[in-house]
């Protein structure tokens, strides 16, 4: 199984990005998509997560900015980031976790991809 996310780059304060997160080579379900970021010098943290069913959690720092949406079809992820600030620059990994059989869960993270907020 293999994670890719796209869709980063460097935008100005307030601007907005959109990553994609798409999922390869896997047979099974998808039960939730999430996405993490990591700013040089701190932990990975969490941003979003979607649910099977379509269930939304958000960090509070992004809450009301950032929107996680799926498509279950396509095995996909997207995260609109709106009025981006620049504590919201950090490298965003998608991270995926797959159900085999419904029982056996298995965890699957992307490289990352750069998001860059400069004024």
């Known amino acids: 199984v293999q994670v890719v996310e796209s869709g980063g780059g460097s935008v100005e304060p307030g601007g907005s990005l959109k990553l994609s997160c798409a999922v390869f080579?896997?047979?099974?379900?998808?039960?939730?998509m999430s996405w993490y970021r990591q700013a040089p010098g701190q932990q990975r943290e969490f941003v979003a997560r979607?649910?099977?069913?379509?269930?939304?959690y958000y960090s509070d720092s992004v809450k009301g900015r950032f929107t996680i949406s799926r498509d279950n079809a396509e095995k996909r992820s997207d995260l609109q980031m709106n009025d981006l600030k620049p504590e919201d620059a950090a490298i965003y990994y998608c991270?995926?976790?797959?159900?085999?059989?419904?029982?056996?869960?298995?965890?699957?993270w992307g490289q990352g991809t750069q998001v860059t907020v400069y004024s």
């Open positions: 991270h995926v976790v797959e159900m085999v059989l419904a029982i056996h869960a298995y965890h699957y």
């Open positions: 080579g896997s047979s099974f379900s998808i039960n939730s």
């Open positions: 979607i649910d099977s069913g379509d269930s939304t």
